[in-house]
């Protein structure tokens, strides 16, 4: 899939594979913006993720909370 990417004919990538169709394809500011946005997007995830179990683990770990082994299992 890569080397279809950045070759000339999609049909047979091997014989036309360039290094100048790789820099056009990641030398575009399009792909950097959706990198970019990509990275934002799992930073978000990950960030929120590690705020929601960490705090369910507070809760679990310091509270008296009804229905705790059902939470646990």
């Not at 369910?56 to 705790?68: C, F, G, K, N």
């Amino acid at each position: 899939m890569f080397v279809r990417a950045v070759s000339e004919n999609p049909r047979n990538p091997l014989d036309t594979f360039t290094l100048e169709a790789l820099a056009n394809s990641y030398g575009s500011p399009q792909i950097w913006g959706v990198l970019a946005q990509t990275m934002a997007t799992s930073l978000a995830c990950g960030v929120l993720a590690t705020a929601l179990g960490g705090a369910l683990a507070w809760v679990l770990a310091r509270t008296d909370v009804p229905m705790r082994r059902l939470l646990l299992s």
